[in-house]
Structure formats: C-alpha cells, structure tokens
C-alpha cells in the first residue's frame, strides 16, 4: 500500500542518515523492518537487503548477517530476474561463507554469468560493471582468483568511471592477487583504492541515486584487504 512504502522509505532515510554519521546499530534497527515491508517482487527488496547486510556487519552482529544471506537465498534461488539474484550473490559474497552456502550459490553464480548474453544493444554500462563485479567477489570466495580477476577486468571494461564500482573492484582484484602470491600488484591495487574509499562522504539516502551502502559494502571489503595485504611482511 501507499502507506507501507512511505514508511518504508522513511525508514530508509532515518537508516541513511545515521550511517553518514556512523550509528551503525541504530542505522541497522531503522532498515530492518524494512525488509519485511517492501514488496518481495520489486528492486527494492534486493536493494534494501544490500543497505541492510553492511549495516549488521558495521554494527558486529554477525550472527545476523549471516542470518540474513542464508534468508536471502532461500528467498531468490529459484528467481528468473538476474538483478534480484546479483544482489543476492552480492550480499553474500561480503565476507567469508561457509561451504554449504557457497554449494547453494553455484547455480545462483552462473544464472548470473548466463544473464550477460542477454543483455539488449543498449546496455546499462554501470549495471553490467556491478554484475561483473558481484560476479568477481563471489568467485573470490569460492576460491576461484583467476576467475575472480577475470570477472574484474570484465567490469572495468565497462569503462563507467563510476568511482564506487571501480573501487569495489579493485579491492576484490587485489585480495586476488595476494591469494595468488602476486604481493606487490596487491600492494599497489590496495594503495589505489585506499584514499578513494576512506575519502568518501557517506551521503545520505534522499533519493534513488544515492549510493551510501555501497560505499559501507567497500569499506568492509577495504579493511578485509588490509588485514590480510599489511600483515604480509616485506
């Protein structure tokens, strides 16, 4: 109804505005109802579970984003829409996933793959990158890294110049490198990207092209690449 999605959007504002000021529980206690609000058939509800995931993770409830993953592919496993299943890969490739659920994405992983020969003659450029990307994190779990830089290098050749996108990639493609035991391009992909991520302002969410959980999303992926790249000694 009229009245869910205002509330739904207002919860979505209130979520927004605390992660610009880092309260990240209270902006994960906003977005979680949420979830249960929005329509389970439109973009939003893959959206919101991509606002809400790095919020849990900010806030140190990792029981629930885990929760979480496992909820979102019981929910879209069967989905026929390629951007509701990239979302769901997307989430769940976030942090490290234990191997049941990296068994129950595989044929999520290559509904996705198959969704690029799909594509019209005028694709959107910057969907396809985020795809490419989502695809790249995911095979980085399961420990494919040649796949993994393989989907990175397909992302970039959309040549969106979208900074977040390019950020996000180059974090997944120097964690690859590094498990790949190629340590200095590692070093040089995480110097890169470091400024870009931590420079950016959380903006808050007042209309659709706001993209502040994005940038939570790379600042979890930011701190996982330097945990493991910085400890390496020279």
Not at 17 to 22: P, Q, S
Request: hydrophobic residues 45%; charged residues 25%.
């Amino acid at each position: 109804s009229e009245v869910t999605f205002a509330y739904a959007n207002m919860f979505r504002s209130l979520a927004g505005w605390n992660a610009e000021h880092e309260h990240w529980q209270k902006a994960a206690e906003q977005m979680a109802p949420v979830t249960q609000i929005a329509d389970p058939k439109l973009l939003e509800r893959t959206l919101d579970l991509l606002r809400y995931g790095p919020l849990l993770i900010k806030s140190g409830d990792m029981e629930g984003f885990d929760g979480l993953r496992r909820w979102a592919v019981s929910m879209y496993e069967d989905s026929t829409e390629p951007v509701d299943v990239e979302g769901v890969v997307k989430l769940c490739g976030l942090v490290p996933a234990d191997q049941p659920l990296l068994e129950k994405l595989v044929p999520m992983m290559d509904f996705v793959e198959a969704s690029f020969e799909q594509q019209s003659n005028n694709p959107d450029r910057v969907s396809l990158a985020w795809r490419a990307f989502s695809l790249a994190l995911i095979k980085y779990r399961m420990g494919n890294y040649v796949g993994a830089l393989s989907m990175c290098q397909q992302s970039r050749s959309y040549s969106t110049r979208n900074e977040i996108t390019v950020a996000s990639v180059n974090l997944v493609s120097a964690m690859a490198h590094y498990q790949l035991r190629q340590t200095d391009q590692a070093r040089r992909e995480l110097d890169d990207v470091s400024l870009m991520v931590e420079n950016q302002v959380v903006a808050r969410e007042d209309d659709v092209s706001a993209v502040w959980f994005d940038w939570v999303f790379a600042e979890i992926l930011l701190r996982e690449a330097r945990t493991m790249i910085l400890s390496e000694p020279n």
